[in-house]
Nanobody, 116 residues
Framework: QVQLVESGGDLVQAGGSLRLSCTVS????????FTWYRQAPGKRRELVAA???????DYADFVKGRFTISRDNAKNTVYLQMNSLKFEDTAVYYC??????????WGRGTQVTVFS
């Protein structure tokens, strides 16, 4: 059974930093690319950052230069280092991966709240 468990969200002042973690179980971790998404209240879920099996990364324009995605294959974990946080980064953050053209079931996500 596939399980995605996000953690690390918190209440943080604007300009601060957080590191999110996504621990994955039930799949061969090294076989998949992973993506962080976020969903703010009243908005659609959006892609934030992605990392391939080879470690190649890609970012949404609104986080480029501030967020860094990484993975630790030994720990089956994907990270999202978030620096220079802004109020508009407030959202629930999720990770996921695609298998046979479909995303896996979503985890519970982790709440990031940025206050000014």
């Amino acid at each position: 059974q596939v399980q995605l468990v996000e953690s690390g969200g918190d209440l943080v002042q604007a300009g601060g930093s957080l590191r999110l973690s996504c621990t994955v179980s039930g799949v061969i971790f090294t076989n998949y690319d992973f993506t962080w998404y976020r969903q703010a209240p009243g908005k659609r879920r959006e892609l934030v950052a992605a990392i391939t099996t080879f470690g190649r990364t890609d970012y949404a324009d609104f986080v480029k230069g501030r967020f860094t995605i990484s993975r630790d294959n030994a720990k089956n974990t994907v990270y999202l280092q978030m620096n220079s946080l802004k109020f508009e980064d407030t959202a629930v953050y999720y990770c996921n991966f695609e298998s046979f053209g479909a995303l896996s079931d979503w985890g519970r996500g982790t709440q990031v709240t940025v206050f000014s």
